[in-house]
């Protein structure tokens, strides 16, 4: 596979973001190629790596128990990143003894940690992934019963890109 597969939201690895776009703990006021559906961005920086991932998240959907709003969002995603990426692995969990395991409960087990919902390409999974996107993980969050939204992750650095012990960003601190 000898294409080239595009920055995402226009960001690299390694980039040190223009001061006129984010602040110290890299939250971007806006992105040179924003997706539609995503409202928030955010990274992690590191001092001699740089730009080491890019976060963003949807709007948060309010009266969504049931969690139809995020899956429909999380599907159109999930979609759009398996056409542009590949083969991923799909990771639906409830967790054994789940209070909240029926369906109209969806948002709420999440919120209570009782289900997980994400998706994750990575080189494992025979994702076709430029040489500076080690993984991207897309997930749905809640902060409350009927509160949801998505989120998209890409990392640009694994554990093997860090030294013993190191946490990425904590040499900023």
């Not at 223009?18 to 890299?26: F, G, Q």
């Not at 999930?78 to 395991?101: C, D, M, P």
């Not at 919120?111 to 994702?127: G, I, K, T, V």
Request: aromatic letters at 12%; glycine letters at 6%; charged letters at 30%.
């Amino acid at each position: 596979m000898g294409f080239s597969v595009p920055n995402p939201f226009g960001l690299k690895f390694g980039e040190t973001p223009d001061s006129k776009i984010a602040e110290y703990d890299i939250r971007f006021y806006s992105v040179p190629d924003p997706h539609p559906d995503f409202k928030n961005y955010c990274g992690k920086w590191d001092p001699v790596l740089g730009l080491t991932s890019i976060s963003c998240t949807s709007m948060i959907f309010e009266k969504d128990r049931f969690g139809e709003n995020s899956i429909a969002l999380y599907n159109r995603i999930r979609s759009q990143l398996a056409t542009k990426y590949g083969q991923y692995s799909e990771s639906e969990i409830l967790f054994v003894n789940s209070k909240f395991n029926n369906l109209k409960d969806f948002v709420r087990s999440i919120l209570e940690c009782d289900r997980s919902h994400s998706s994750r390409w990575a080189e494992q999974f025979e994702s076709i992934l430029d040489c500076e996107i080690k993984e991207i993980n897309l997930e749905i969050l809640a902060d409350g019963a009927d509160r949801s939204w998505v989120k998209l992750t890409y990392n640009f650095v694994d554990d093997e890109d860090r030294g013993p012990g190191e946490d990425i960003g904590v040499s900023s601190l």
